[in-house]
C-alpha cells in the first residue's frame, strides 16, 4: 500500500498540470497583497463616521483571512483540486496505462486506496499553500500584527468587528484553512468518483464544478430550503465561524459530519465503480 501510494506521488510529480494551481494561487496572494499596499482601503471607507483605528490592521493575518473570503478562492481551489483527482483514473483510462497497471499484482482496492490517499494529501497541501502564501507575502510586505476579521456581511459592510493578538489569531486561522480543505476534499472526492466512469478527465472536472453550481444555486432559493442542511454547498462557510467568539463547536461538528458523508459516499462509489470496471483499453 505504502509502495502504491509513493508511485501514485510519483506520477502527480510528473504531471505539470499539478503545479497549475500552485502557481495561481501564489499569483492572486500576490496580487491581493499588490492592492492592499498601493490600492484604497475600501474597509475603512465603509465604516461609521464614528470609527477611528488605530494603527494599521493591514499584515499578513489579514491577508490569509481575506484570501478566504475572497470569491476566486472559493472556485479555485476545488477547480485546481478537481483538476488532479478528476485525472486520476480516467487520465490513465485515456492514455491507455490503466490496463498495464492492472496487469500486474495489485488490487484494483488498494490502487484506488492509494489513489485517494494521493488526493487528500494534494488537496491539503493545495488549501495549506494559499494560507501560508498569503500569509508569508503579507507578512513581507505589510508586517505582523492583530488580527482583524469582520462578519455579519462582506468586508464593503462589515458589521461585527474580531480582534485577535497575533498567536490566536494564527490558530484561528489554521484551524480555519484545515477546516476549508476538507470541504475542498468533499468537491474533489465527486471529481474522482466521475473519473471512474468517464474516460475524459474533463467529463470529471466538469461534472464536479457543475455539481458544486447546481447546489449552489439551490442554496440560494428558499423554496429548496427544506434540503439546504443536505447539500455540502451550505456548509462549506462554516470555516468563518472560527473568527467569532465564543466559536460554536456544535454547528462546526454538524458541518464537518456533512462533509465527510459526502466523502465516504462518494469514496465507496468510485470504489465499486473502479472494482468493477472493464478496462479494455
Known sequence: MVRQIRLEVFKLVRRGRSYLGFGALLLISGLAVVALLFGPHMIETSMSQGFITAGSYLNGGFVAWMMLNAPPTALFLPLFACVVTGDMVSGETADGTLRTVLSRPVGRGSLFAAKFAVSVIYVV???LFLGIAAYGIGTIFLGRGVLVTFQEGSM???QGIYV???????TRLAAAYAFVSVG??????????LSTIVANSLGAIGGAMLTLIVFGILAMFDFFKPIHPFLFTTHLDRWRD????????????????????????????????????DVIS
Request: proline share 3%; charged share 10%.
Open 242 to 277: 472560527f473568527f467569532t467568539t465564543p466559536i460554536p463547536w456544535g454547528e462546526i461538528r454538524t458541518s464537518l459530519a456533512v462533509l465527510f458523508a459526502y466523502i465516504v459516499v462518494f469514496l465507496l462509489a468510485g470504489l465499486t465503480v473502479f472494482t468493477r470496471k
Open 125 to 127: 497541501a493545495l488549501t
Open 164 to 170: 485577535y493578538d497575533a498567536r490566536e489569531g494564527l
Open 184 to 193: 475542498v476534499l468533499s468537491v474533489a472526492t465527486i471529481a474522482l468518483f
Open 156 to 158: 464593503l459592510g462589515a
